[in-house]
């Protein structure tokens, strides 16, 4: 997954819109935006979290220094043990052309100590907004985790995998009646990147986003299952 | 056996819901993920988990159980205390883990929901 494949890879499927949403972790994001520059492919700051319910939320910014900010915060939040690299594979930093800057030697699969309700705050004081990530999955999912989802709760949208139908989400996940659902490519690996939700906005920012999921304006989106 | 048993024999901390710590307990359920709770737990039983979230407190009202035991020495924030306290959920700490908590559990007697 190095930068400019990333964006041919996107070029190809037709995505206009794009996130990079490392696991705890930010520090890609910068190199895939100057890779994307001029392809028509637009490039939001993003991290997946892991809360300390082992919830996975999805934290999107317009910036880069936002999304650096916030990646204080959960490098704070991370419990103080190494990577091993034999186990669970080398955590590379690329530049734009996808040369190897450093290694980053934090073990970034646990989970943060910020309970969830924490990293929804932090987020959206730092203008962005949170997505709780596959939430039809067995592991790492909010519903799966926590049963359902805590009152009040300011996520942007839930998201459900490709597990799930979205016409199916509501019949057979009811805690999810009311709440915008979005579906996204969760992708790993080029081949799994896709293109499965169609965004009617002005301009690819957190607000417009936020306006889009919830279906105001004007703004819209539309899930291919 | 009541919750007020437990909680002399495991040298347990009551955090919240200490009006209610004559529960009789039915039977013991462990697990963090509070889906399977709902769908395992039984009414009466003492659930063991390292969660701390408000919503334990929610599925353990939800289903009548008869009290929390949230260990590894994770200390549940003020809103899930009160929470606790509302609605009458006996609500107690261990610094031991899950697995030594249940292993205590059934050397008591006190065994899986049928």
């Given at each position: 997954m190095i930068p400019p494949l990333i964006t041919r890879r996107a070029r190809e499927l037709g995505l206009e819109l794009i996130a990079i949403t490392d696991h705890n972790s930010a520090e890609n994001v910068e190199a895939v935006q100057l890779a994307a520059k001029g392809s028509g492919v637009a490039v939001l700051a993003g991290m997946e979290v892991q809360t300390r319910e082992e919830a996975h939320i999805v934290c999107l910014f317009d910036t880069v220094a936002q999304v650096l900010a916030w990646q204080e915060t959960v490098y704070a939040s991370l419990p103080p043990l190494k990577n091993r690299e034999e186990v669970f594979g080398a955590q590379f930093v690329v530049d734009e052309t996808g040369?190897?800057?450093?290694?980053?030697?934090?073990?970034?699969?646990a989970s943060t100590a910020l309970p969830v309700e924490e990293v929804v705050a932090g987020v959206g004081a730092l203008g962005g907004l949170c997505i709780a990530a596959?939430?039809?999955?067995?592991?790492?999912?909010l519903l799966a985790n926590?049963?359902?989802?805590?009152?009040?709760?300011?996520?942007a949208a839930v998201e459900i995998s490709r597990l799930t139908p979205p016409e199916e989400a509501t019949v057979r996940y009811?805690?999810?009646?009311?709440w915008p659902l979005i579906t996204s490519g969760?992708?790993?690996r080029l081949s799994e990147m896709r293109a499965n939700m169609l965004v009617t906005c002005c301009q690819p920012s957190v607000s417009e986003l936020q306006l889009a999921f919830r279906g105001e304006g004007g703004r819209k989106v539309k899930l291919f299952p | 056996m009541i919750v007020h048993d437990v909680i002399a024999a495991l040298?347990?901390?009551?955090?919240?819901?200490?009006?209610?710590?004559?529960n009789e307990l039915t039977g013991g359920y462990a697990s963090d993920l509070l889906s399977c709770v709902m769908a395992g737990a039984k009414a009466g039983n003492v659930w063991v988990t390292l969660q701390a979230h408000t919503n334990v407190i929610a599925v353990a009202e939800l289903l009548g159980l008869g009290c929390v035991i949230i260990t590894e020495g994770v200390r549940p924030g003020e809103e899930t205390l009160s929470r606790a306290n509302e609605k009458g959920v006996p609500t107690l700490l261990s610094k031991e883990s899950t697995f030594a908590v249940v292993g205590k559990l059934w050397q008591l007697g006190i065994r899986s929901p049928k």
């Open positions: 040369d190897y800057r450093r290694t980053n030697e934090r073990l970034l699969l596959h939430v039809d999955r067995q592991a790492y999912s926590l049963g359902f989802i805590p009152a009040g709760l300011a996520l009811p805690q999810l009646r009311g969760d992708a790993h | 040298g347990l901390e009551v955090a919240a819901g200490a009006d209610h710590l004559d």
